[in-house]
């Protein structure tokens, strides 16, 4: 099963051998999530407030997951968001929102990990979708 999703993921222009590797390393099995909003969470992408009494503090990621898969998401989504047109639009929308480059690029990765969740739990390959 491993194989096979891991030649899954380099159907995804962007997403070499290692990166699938270390993404399917990391993760584990599909099996272990049961909605990919979990397995944004087991990478550490959601979002944490920092509130103390009366203060608000900023919102940033949570970084509780293993730091080599973030990584390879990150710069994974760095190409992708280049040659695709589908994740493109995901950023671009975030940048007309006043984003910052990084807050766009971990939207972007929050949308990869439901990608490939998709991908991983229907046994298939990435089909680019035309709109966001």
Same mark, same amino acid.
């Given at each position: 099963? !491993?194989?096979?999703?891991?030649? !899954?993921?380099?159907?995804? $222009?962007?997403?070499?051998? =290692?990166?699938?590797? $270390? @993404? ?6 599909? $099996?272990?999530?049961?909605? *990919? &909003? ?6 550490? =992408?959601?979002? &944490?407030? /920092? ?11 949570? &970084? /509780? ?17 280049? %040659? ?5 639009? =995901? ?10 480059? &990084?807050?766009?690029? @971990? ?5 990869? @990990? ?6 991983? /739990?229907? %046994?298939? *390959? !990435? !089909? *680019?979708? $035309?709109?966001?």
């Amino acid at each position: 099963m !491993y194989e096979q999703a891991g030649l !899954y993921f380099t159907s995804i $222009t962007g997403v070499g051998t =290692i990166t699938a590797a $270390t @993404i399917l390393g990391e993760f584990g099995s599909v $099996t272990k999530f049961t909605q *990919p &909003k979990q397995m944004v969470a087991f990478a550490g =992408i959601d979002p &944490k407030l /920092r509130n103390s009494g009366q203060h608000q503090g900023q919102v940033h990621i949570s &970084k /509780r997951g293993p730091r080599y898969l973030r990584r390879a998401l990150y710069l994974a989504c760095q190409v992708v968001v280049r %040659n695709d047109d589908y994740f493109h639009s =995901i950023y671009q929308r975030h940048r007309d929102k006043g984003k910052s480059h &990084k807050e766009a690029i @971990i939207a972007v990765m929050n949308r990869f @990990i439901h990608v490939l969740y998709a991908m991983w /739990r229907d %046994n298939r *390959p !990435y !089909y *680019p979708l $035309t709109q966001a």
